[in-house]
Nanobody, 118 residues
Framework: QVQLVESGGGLVQAGGSLRLSCEPSTIIFSFNTMGWYRQAPGKERELVATITNADVTNYAESVKGRFTISKDNAKNTVYLQMNSLKFDDTAVYYC????????????WGQGTQVTVSS
């Protein structure tokens, strides 16, 4: 079973920065897409950013220009650099990976809390 281990969450003031990391238990190249989703209290989980194995990225409109998703193949890690954080960015952030094994299989990390104080 593939595991996704997240780190880097915490408490930050509005306008500050955080970097989230996600390290899978298997090689990054085995995934078609990796990404970050978030879920705020009382809201549905939503896409934040994704990156394909061809390094094509996609961002939610609400984070464009502030967040950057990237991969370090040597470290087998996916990052989410979050700058100019806003109170509304407060949520649990989940790492996601999708792998085609015949059908597409989706994996989730355990989540890491990001709290932005206003």
């Amino acid at each position: 079973q593939v595991q996704l281990v997240e780190s880097g969450g915490g408490l930050v003031q509005a306008g500050g920065s955080l970097r989230l990391s996600c390290e899978p238990s298997t090689i990054i190249f085995s995934f078609n897409t990796m990404g970050w989703y978030r879920q705020a209290p009382g809201k549905e989980r939503e896409l934040v950013a994704t990156i394909t194995n061809a390094d094509v990225t996609n961002y939610a409109e609400s984070v464009k220009g502030r967040f950057t998703i990237s991969k370090d193949n040597a470290k087998n890690t996916v990052y989410l650099q979050m700058n100019s954080l806003k109170f509304d960015d407060t949520a649990v952030y989940y790492c996601n990976a999708q792998q085609r094994l015949g059908a597409m299989v989706t994996y989730w990390g355990q989540g890491t809390q990001v709290t932005v104080s206003s």
